[in-house]
């Protein structure tokens, strides 16, 4: 996940989908509510362009879960989820945040296309020649959210290769990047873009 950039239209989705609005402050608001706002429900991916979805309220790895985090690297509080807007704070290693809620941007969307009869029971996913399957973020042990003729499909990375050795043929995989929003207790809040970002916290299976 090392996309540097977010389209404006894709941070307009981004507000829509996690049913948040935008966070207006400026630097010299010091405070917010010290109460976070509720997390919303899972959305479904909402297409936004055919290379482009965002995953509203998305935690994109195994046993993945918003709430009290603790920082292991510094990291940049933003006004917006982009990386051109103001940074309001400079978090450090050690702050305690509560992550309230966050998106995911799959840009550009994975494509594997079926080059002949490709059969997952693990997942019950099947593939038939000229199928395509659009690859979108990651779950965790290897896994993705996927839409197979319009319907959305969880589906394994196992035996889908680059060379369609299996019947399924990896053209492109997606490419992602994860946006947290944090609350710091009494200071402010925030956007956070955590490719880059160590906490812990978030591992509910690692608590």
């Known amino acids: 996940m090392r996309m540097t950039s977010v389209p404006l239209f894709l941070l307009g989705a981004a507000i829509a989908c996690t049913g948040r ?5 400026t630097p010299d608001r010091a405070h917010d509510s010290a109460t976070p706002a509720p997390l919303p429900a899972r959305a479904e ?11 509203g309220a998305a935690c994109p790895f195994e046993c993945c879960q918003y709430g009290k985090w603790t920082l292991d690297s510094a990291a940049d509080l933003r006004a917006t989820p982009s990386v051109t807007a103001p940074i309001v704070a400079h978090l450090k290693e050690g702050t305690e ?10 840009n550009p969307v994975g494509l594997v296309l079926g080059i002949g009869d490709f059969r997952q029971p693990e997942t019950g996913v099947e593939l038939h020649a000229g199928d395509t399957l659009f690859v979108l973020e990651e779950v965790g042990e290897g896994r993705w ?12 990375s196992e035996q889908i290769d680059t060379d369609g050795n299996y019947g399924a043929k990896l053209v492109r995989a997606p490419y ?12 402010r809040s925030g956007w ?14 690692g608590a």
């Open 145 to 156: 959210h996927a839409r197979l003729h319009g319907e959305l499909v969880s589906v394994s």
């Open 192 to 205: 956070v873009l955590m490719d880059e970002v160590k906490e812990h916290g978030a591992d509910a299976c």
């Open 97 to 106: 945040v509560v992550a309230d809620t966050g998106f995911v941007v799959v």
């Open 21 to 25: 609005t935008a966070d207006r402050q």
């Open 176 to 187: 992602s990047q994860w946006w947290a929003h944090f609350v710091v207790p009494g200071f």
């Open 45 to 55: 991916p909402v297409a936004l362009s055919p290379d482009s979805v965002l995953v």
